[in-house]
């Protein structure tokens, strides 16, 4: 587990683990010791599969590798666990530590992942973001024929894209995860969620199920990370 690397955002200097070198030291071996693929590993005569972002290992040999008590190491995994930021499963053979999101961690977000889409008929290449659809977003494609025109120009072979709605921030809280998640990200997401901010809670309202299970898998650890708040993600008023 020595080669490689790892994502490491500059927003974690505005998280609570920032402050204490030992935990950031500890949090980081976490990270790095998470598998980056999913394994197999032989515990006593059983074979058990360990997921990418998951590794298997003790409170005993996590006390020897980091030089403190076992005491140290269970409280230190159980705050880690209260703030979401791993779960474990512990067995008589150990205990396997899984990574809360770890795509956020190692994964490629939506925005990075760009593919060029030939378009039929169109020599030009559009660049769309992997597996997120762009909303009102049409790109006319008949260029080769000389007698085309388009309706609203009236010009030959220009593309029609129809414009999106303007950004809004209602509050400055959308503002922050613009800037964290970018205009795709915002747009497709938040924009035109419900986000209030409560105390120490953001509570993110949307109106799909499918929305919410993107956000919590995608940006919801950045997000806690970036604002320093318990983030709570809800379909309508469930």
Do not use: C
């Not at 032989?42 to 008590?69: A, M, P, Y």
């Not at 992997?130 to 009236?154: C, F, L, R, S």
């Not at 919410?212 to 309508?236: E, W």
């Amino acid at each position: 587990m020595d080669e490689g690397w790892i994502k490491l955002y500059r927003v974690i200097k505005k998280h609570w683990i920032w402050e204490d070198p030992k935990k950031l030291k500890w949090w980081l071996d976490i990270l790095l010791s998470a598998n980056h693929q999913e394994r197999k590993v032989l515990l006593g005569n059983d074979l058990i599969l360990i997921n990418r972002g998951s590794f298997h290992t003790s409170e005993l040999k996590l006390s020897e590798k980091w030089g403190v008590s076992k005491t140290t190491v269970r409280k230190f995994l159980e705050l880690l666990k209260n703030d979401r930021m791993i779960d474990t499963e512990k067995t008589k053979k150990g205990t396997t530590i899984k990574i809360s999101n770890y795509e956020d961690y190692q994964g490629i977000s939506e925005e990075e992942k760009t593919i060029k889409k030939p378009q039929k008929n169109h020599k030009k290449t559009i660049e769309e973001p992997y597996a997120i659809p762009q909303k009102n977003h049409k790109v006319d494609t008949n260029k080769n024929d000389k007698n085309y025109k388009n309706d609203k120009e009236g010009e030959e072979g220009k593309e029609e894209v129809h414009s999106l709605s303007p950004l809004s921030f209602p509050s400055e809280i959308y503002k922050t995860i613009f800037d964290e998640v970018g205009e795709i990200g915002y747009r497709t997401w938040f924009m035109e969620s419900e986000i209030v901010v409560k105390g120490e809670l953001i509570t993110i309202t949307v109106n799909e199920e499918f929305k919410k299970d993107i956000i919590q898998s995608r940006y919801l650890l950045k997000l806690r990370v970036v604002t320093g708040k318990k983030i709570s993600v809800k379909v309508g008023g469930t």
